[in-house]
Nanobody
């Protein structure tokens, strides 16, 4: 069992930055790949970024590539999403998720545990 709690969301102006954190419980955090997803109002939840269990393999959605950076700290059971150059279209509830797959996935069904989400609002 892995419990995930996101934090760091908020209201920011376009062009600004936010850093999301996801704290994980459990003693086997380092065995899970982690992903960030988001759901904008009226839209389906979509993949944002993922990081392998080791932290060496990263993958991003095209819409955030070059602006967002995913990282993890296995010693502290945490995963982060640094978001720069934010745009109004980034407004969404952001979720972190844990997968037993070593390298993670873009597919939501491949994730076994989900956090409750944190709201990010980008004003124009």
């Amino acid at each position: 069992q892995v419990l995930l709690v996101e934090s760091g969301g908020g209201l920011v102006q376009a062009g600004g930055s936010l850093r999301l954190s996801c704290a994980a419980s459990g003693r086997t955090f380092e065995n899970y790949s982690m992903g960030w997803f988001r759901q904008a109002p009226g839209k389906e939840r979509e993949f944002v970024a993922r990081i392998s269990a080791s932290g060496f393999n990263l993958y991003y959605a095209n819409s955030v590539k070059g602006r967002f950076t995913i990282s993890r700290d296995n010693a502290n059971n945490a995963v982060y999403l640094q978001m720069n150059s934010l745009k109004p279209e980034d407004t969404a509830v952001f979720y972190c998720a844990a997968s037993k797959l070593r390298f993670g996935s873009r597919t939501q069904s491949e994730y076994d545990y989900w956090g409750q989400g944190t709201q990010v609002t980008v004003s124009s």
